[in-house]
């Protein structure tokens, strides 16, 4: 089993910065990717970005492409989402998830572990 806890949510103004981390513990070696994903009131869990464990390689939803970077710092088993220039439309809980399987993915079924949830609130 693989535990994440995420930190750093908050409340910030739009156009404004916000990071926010994912501490990874457990059977870490199981981890084949990391995600972050996001949902608004009302709204199904989407794709923000994921990162590849091992060797780095990332993919975007097109809604954060340019203003979002995922990281991961193996030494302390964290993955890291910075985001920048935020809207409005950003607002949502985010949520961590831990993938074991072969290849990238953006479907959050494809995702066996996952975070309790940071709320991130971009005021007007």
């Known amino acids: 089993q693989v535990q994440l806890v995420e930190s750093g949510g908050g409340l910030v103004q739009a156009g404004g910065s916000l990071k926010v981390s994912c501490a990874a513990s457990g059977r870490t070696f199981s981890i084949y990717a990391m995600g972050w994903f996001r949902q608004a009131p009302g709204k199904e869990r989407e794709f923000v970005a994921a990162?590849?464990?091992?060797?780095?390689?990332?993919v975007y939803a097109d809604s954060v492409k340019g203003r979002f970077t995922i990281a991961r710092d193996f030494a302390r088993n964290t993955v890291y989402l910075q985001m920048n220039n935020l809207k409005s439309e950003d607002t949502a809980v985010y949520y961590c998830?831990?993938?074991?399987?072969?290849?990238?993915?953006?479907?959050?079924?494809?995702?066996?572990?996952w975070g309790q949830g940071t709320q991130v609130t971009v005021s007007l």
């Open positions: 990162i590849k464990w091992s060797g780095g390689s990332t």
């Open positions: 998830a831990k993938r074991s399987g072969q290849r990238m993915s953006i479907t959050p079924g494809e995702y066996d572990s």
